[in-house]
């Protein structure tokens, strides 16, 4: 075999190469099943599109050399639940759900009414999921439609791979941070026109409605329209917190409970993604199930705001699509990997542990999954996008040990390099 040669970029702003190959130990979630399969010495390549054209054990006469030394190669971080306009307020402990809100969110989303601000936020935000080899998130933006445009616009010229739109909030928070139904609406039409399906499908603009309390029926149902209409996804949050919960019926007294809020209004089905879902009965899950949303299971920002442990095996049982979600910044890191412990520990709390290797299958496989994303990224196949990262790890070919280090060794391993579609992603 010939030395593979790298294969450079020449779009303008993306400073990014594309290997024709990456060689090294290889961590391939299963299609089906949250299992994980390693292979010891893998010759991944990778065409000029940026497609997986051959995925296997490199042949004996292979003449591209290990390309990350010490690493393993695995398909890229898939983050199903951030926020962008938290990264310089993440780790504020100003206390529960509504209290964190009013103290440390608000006040700082408020800022986001400055594009420039926005801007450099973006770059910030940007420059930390790169670090973590996040390749791919669900992204609430700020309620400013600057500030999402300038997200977009970020995320177009770095290379990543999103699914973002305007937050939606019209009533019942302070004012700055609040816009009315009919601005909003044109907002996310003019985002929808600008940005959805941008590159190939790299950008996608989903209807991101903050959660019920923040919404009035009139926005939630318009909201739902757009969604079905054009085919978006939905992006909320549900049942995170007590106390949100009975503001949230006592706000829509019709409601039988809080899912019921989202179906009277059209924003439950295939392409709704619902994070926390702390709190849900059992009724409520065996709808979720019915309707084929998914769930982002956010456990560092549920310990670090008291909200609860999410039953995880609720969804699981039910074979409801599940990611995983920073949910930075009530979440204290933008790493999937410690997410993935969080998870670990929080089914330990619940009383139905999760094994470390389905763990990194919904860090991957699974958040592609819940983002309606299974047929293109999250596994390392062929005829797949080359979504890929190569993070340090021990040297061992003893699976259960290789994926322990990955998710449980907080200081070791960091992320050497990230691709999406086969291009090196720069911070």
């Known amino acids: 075999m010939k030395t593979v040669v790298s294969q450079n970029s020449a779009e303008p702003g993306i400073k990014n190469d594309r290997p024709a190959a990456l060689r090294g130990r290889a961590l391939c979630p299963h299609a089906a099943g949250m299992r994980v399969d390693l ?13 997986l054209t051959s995925v296997g054990p490199a042949p004996a006469d292979c003449a591209l050399a290990e390309s990350f030394p010490g690493a393993v190669l695995l398909p890229g971080f898939v983050d199903a639940h951030i926020h962008f306009p938290q990264t310089r307020v993440i780790g504020s402990a100003s206390g529960p759900l509504l209290e964190w809100l009013d103290r440390s969110v608000f006040p700082e989303e408020s800022r986001f009414a400055d594009r420039a601000y926005a801007a450099a936020v973006a770059e910030e935000f940007i420059d930390a999921l790169i670090a973590q080899g996040t390749t791919c998130a669900a992204i609430f933006s700020s309620s400013h439609p600057g500030a999402t445009d300038e997200l977009f616009m970020a995320l177009d010229r770095r290379g990543l791979r999103a699914l973002s739109g305007l937050t939606l909030m019209d009533r019942g928070m302070p004012p700055a941070p609040t816009l009315d139904a009919p ?14 399906g941008h590159d190939g499908g790299r950008l996608r603009v989903a209807m991101v409605p903050r959660f019920a309390l923040s919404c009035s029926p009139d926005l939630l149902a318009a909201a739902g329209a757009m969604a079905r209409r054009h085919e978006l996804f939905v992006h909320t949050h549900i049942a995170e917190n007590r106390d949100e919960i009975r503001a949230t019926l006592s706000a829509f007294p019709d409601a039988k409970d809080y899912l019921d809020v989202y179906e009277r209004h059209g924003l439950v089905g295939e392409r709704t993604v619902l994070a926390h879902a702390i709190w849900m009965s059992g009724d409520e899950w065996d709808r979720v199930a019915r309707h084929g949303a998914a769930i982002a299971h956010c456990p560092d920002s549920n310990f670090f705001l008291g909200s609860g442990c999410m039953p995880l095996r609720e969804p699981l049982t039910r074979e409801c699509r599940v990611g995983l979600g ?11 990997r410690r997410v993935a412990s969080s998870a670990y520990d929080a089914a330990l709390v619940a009383g139905a542990p999760v094994s470390p290797e389905a763990l990194l299958w919904l860090a991957t496989a ?42 449980f060794r907080h200081d070791a391993g960091p992320v050497r390099a990230a691709y999406v579609r086969g291009r090196r992603l720069r911070n």
Do not use: K, N
Not at 183 to 189: G, I
Not at 376 to 395: K, M, N, Q
């Open 39 to 51: 292979i010891a010495d893998a010759l991944i390549e990778i065409d000029s599109t940026g497609r």
């Open 366 to 407: 699974g958040g592609a999954r819940a983002l309606g994303l299974s047929e293109s990224v999250g596994h390392l196949l062929p005829g797949y996008e080359g979504d890929i990262v190569a993070v340090d790890a021990p040297d061992t070919a003893d699976l259960p040990a290789l994926i322990d280090a990955l998710i």
């Open 183 to 196: 601005a909003a609406l044109t907002a996310c039409d003019d985002l929808r026109r600008r940005w959805h």
């Open 326 to 336: 920073s949910d930075m910044g009530a979440g204290r890191t933008f790493s999937m």
